[in-house]
């Protein structure tokens, strides 16, 4: 979707930000960093939760998802804070990375997508959060 993105040819910017456990899990990450080499609009941001399991020290962020999007990264990348009149989100990946975004993209004002409300968060969860079957 990105490579052929009309997004990336006019200048609305486009952030990506990948979490995952360990980074040799950074599906396509030479791909998205000759992107973002190429494309002044394009910010990759990784970030590796378990940099305790890499071979080799991982020298760049680490934590979640969330940790990068409260931080002040973005901001400072796109010289701007990502709010709901500027900037849309779409989450894939994890149902609970998902539903902690968008309780945090909601504090944020961030309204999510549905099929009769228009709003800025669009979400695809790769599987379905299992429910509690404590007694």
């Known amino acids: 979707m990105l490579t052929s993105s009309p997004g990336l040819q ?13 980074s040799r899990d950074l599906g396509y990450r030479f791909v998205f960093t000759t992107l973002q080499d190429h494309r002044p609009n394009f910010t990759y941001l990784p970030i590796v939760s378990r940099p305790q399991l890499e ?11 969330q ?8 901001e400072h990348a796109w010289g701007f804070r990502p709010s709901p009149e500027n ?37 695809e969860k790769y599987w379905p959060i299992k429910a509690d079957h404590t007694s």
């Open 87 to 123: 900037t849309h989100v779409l989450l894939c990946g994890n149902p609970e990375m998902i539903e902690s975004m968008t309780a945090i993209l909601a504090r944020d004002g961030f309204q999510q997508q549905g099929p009769r409300q228009p709003g800025q968060v669009h979400s």
């Open 67 to 74: 940790d990068l999007w409260n931080s002040d990264v973005l």
């Open 10 to 22: 006019r200048q609305r910017r486009i952030a990506l930000i990948h979490g995952v456990r360990q």
């Open 55 to 65: 071979i080799s020290p991982w020298p760049g962020a680490i934590g979640h998802v």
